[in-house]
């Protein structure tokens, strides 16, 4: 079954500098990436998605995250953080075999000041 | 624009007690999902939904059942509530596999 590792559970970051929060899955066959936000006492939105195509994804709020086949990896980053972007980030998992959306365990992201 | 609504948002309930959680979508979507959500585990799969009439077991389905009787609705049951099933739980719906699932603003259930 596919399955998604979140190795950060949380991850200070100044403002206005650079951050990656990192995701790696497992899966035997095809995959579909997801990224998610979370904020405070909200529902969960899409950031960005890779179902085919360029690796590199481009998201809302100037995320990005690109696709590594044989890392198994699908990294989210931002080049400068605002104090907005304090969340709970999601990485999730679909393939072929089933109709399931894996979560992730998420990263807490703290902006510090 | 409502989206997905969960009722209710905010719910206590005795040991040994049922409820069912109600998930309703307007945007036709034919696939939906109920996810819990508990600190440290993040979103949990419980069971999802392929179509009017389907249903289908997640990661943890123990202690739960489901009815999607009418395609908007996405009813989740708790027969007999336990102190392990307090948690938030979420409800998604997508157009289709594999794409952008949206999701309600949660229900916040406590077993007492």
């Known amino acids: 079954a596919q399955s998604v590792t979140q190795l950060d559970s949380q991850v200070p970051v100044f403002e206005e500098a650079p951050v990656e929060l990192r995701c790696n899955y497992s899966?035997?066959?095809?995959?579909?990436l997801f990224w998610y936000v979370q904020y405070p006492n909200q529902g969960l939105q899409l950031l960005l998605k890779y179902l085919s195509g360029s690796t590199l994804v481009k998201g809302i709020n100037g995320f990005e995250a690109e696709f590594n086949k044989s890392q198994t990896s699908f990294h989210l980053r931002k080049p400068s953080v605002h104090i907005s972007d304090t969340a709970e980030y999601f990485c999730?998992?679909?393939?072929?075999?089933?109709?399931?959306?894996?979560f992730g365990k998420g990263t807490r992201l703290h902006i510090l000041p | 624009n409502a989206g997905v609504t969960q009722t209710p948002k905010f719910r206590v309930l005795k040991t040994g007690q049922s409820m069912t959680l109600l998930c309703a979508q307007d945007m036709n979507h034919e696939y939906m999902y109920w996810y819990r959500q508990d600190p440290g585990m993040g979103l949990r799969l419980i069971h999802y939904s392929v179509g009017e009439g389907t249903t289908a077991k997640g990661e943890v389905p123990d202690g739960y059942n489901v009815s999607r009787l009418k395609k908007q609705n996405f009813l989740l049951g708790l027969e007999s509530a336990a102190p392990s099933q307090t948690s938030v739980y979420f409800c998604?719906?997508?157009?289709?596999?594999?794409?952008?699932?949206?999701f309600g603003q949660g229900t916040r259930l406590t077993v007492v």
């Open positions: 899966s035997s066959v095809s995959v579909y």
């Open positions: 998604a719906s997508s157009p289709a596999p594999r794409t952008e699932a949206f």
């Open positions: 999730a998992v679909s393939d072929k075999r089933d109709d399931k959306i894996i």
